[in-house]
């Protein structure tokens, strides 16, 4: 088998078995938990399962997280728990501040590529 179809055939496989991505947890006022993700994420499926890794190395998986909020133009997602469960009382702070050009800013995720997980951090800057 040629290199690019054994490529495309990871590909193929990787989204047969389901796909990986990574997201943020954020909490409402009222103390409700959202998860924050891409919409490409979650496309065409209706709920998702989500895996928190904690900080001892072990893992809790949260199956059947309902999709409540997709939007394509602007690649976003938002999930909730099962049974609205409040898993965290904090989450990720907000800034509703608009930043200005040049500013400094980090990116840390766990996306998956061809069915493999892997860590990725970038830094950048904002431009218009």
């Given amino acids: 088998m040629k290199r690019g179809e054994e490529r495309l055939a990871l590909i193929f496989r990787s989204f047969a078995q389901g796909g990986h991505g990574s997201g943020f947890i954020i909490t409402d006022r009222n103390g409700e938990n959202y998860i924050i993700t891409n919409s490409h994420v979650v496309a065409h499926v209706e709920k998702v399962n989500v895996e928190i890794l904690k900080y001892d190395g072990t893992s809790q998986l949260y199956v059947n997280c309902p999709i409540l909020y997709i939007d394509d133009e602007i690649d976003l997602a938002v ?11 904090q989450g990720i702070k907000i800034d509703s501040k608009l930043k200005k050009d040049g500013t400094e800013v980090w990116s840390a995720g766990y996306p998956g590529l061809l069915g493999r997980p892997s860590w990725q951090f970038a830094k950048g800057n904002i431009t218009n």
Avoid: G, H, R
């Fill in 79 to 89: 999930l909730q728990f099962p049974n609205k469960e409040k898993i965290f009382s």
